[in-house]
């Protein structure tokens, strides 16, 4: 069955018709808390990022902080010795490559150490409010499960709905497949008797290989 692009996004942008606010926090908190939240719940991303922030905010201090104290402080997000590691790298080089100001564009993102597709797109649209399509665990899922794309990875997803979403929703979509994912379309027993999405849905149709068994 041929999908419903403009039907499927009208369902989701129910679930959060706010464009995400871009004042809310520095493009340097955006950028780090985006890095913590990597195979992260968002609970523990949120915990982990403000003992960080409340210590170290900038790009100034956190390159200089003991690993040890960034590990500890950042210990409830997993993979913490890593994600220390990382985020230390990347305070480094945004003081010494683009003096502690985090760039805008996703090409210098990414000339940034272990920056990817992922957080990059996450970090233009919730620092800066540019669009592009921001593919977390949410939007992957969820994109696979209605069968929008056939992908096995988030950046494989993020190039096939580049293809497919018009852009006036980008900025959008990352924000209300969240809200989505956390409410009906959840990673476990889902609420399908909810979902407006039903006939578009290959997972509920018990359709292609991300259909349930
Ligand atoms: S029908 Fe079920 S699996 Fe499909 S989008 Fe809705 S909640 Fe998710």
Redesign the pocket.
């Known amino acids: 069955m041929k999908k419903d692009i403009a039907l499927i996004m009208r369902e989701i942008l129910k679930y959060s018709n706010d464009l995400p606010s871009v004042s809310h926090n520095t493009p340097f908190k955006v950028l780090i808390a985006t890095v913590l939240s990597q195979r992260t719940k968002d609970a523990a991303t949120e915990k982990a990022a403000a003992k960080l922030f409340s210590k170290y905010p900038n790009a100034k201090s956190l390159a200089k902080a003991p690993t040890r104290e960034v590990q500890k402080l950042i210990k409830g997000a997993g993979f913490y010795k890593t994600k220390a590691a990382r985020i230390k790298e990347i305070s480094k080089a945004i003081l010494e490559q683009f003096n502690g100001k985090v760039p805008d564009s996703r090409k210098q993102l990414m000339s940034l150490p272990g920056v990817g597709s992922k957080t990059s797109a996450c970090t233009v649209v919730y620092a800066f409010g540019k669009p592009a399509i921001c593919v977390d665990v949410h939007v992957h899922r ?1 994109s696979n ?2 069968g929008i794309v056939d992908t096995k990875k988030p950046d494989e997803t993020e190039a096939e709905l580049n293809k497919i979403i018009p852009k006036k929703y980008w900025l959008s979509i990352n924000h209300s497949m969240v809200r989505f994912g956390q409410e ?3 990673p476990r027993n ?3 008797q ?2 407006a ?2 006939k ?2 290959d ?2 149709n018990r359709k292609g290989k991300w259909a349930q068994s």
């Open positions: 969820i499960r209605i009906t379309c959840r889902p609420k399908h909810e979902c999405l039903q578009q849905c997972f509920f």
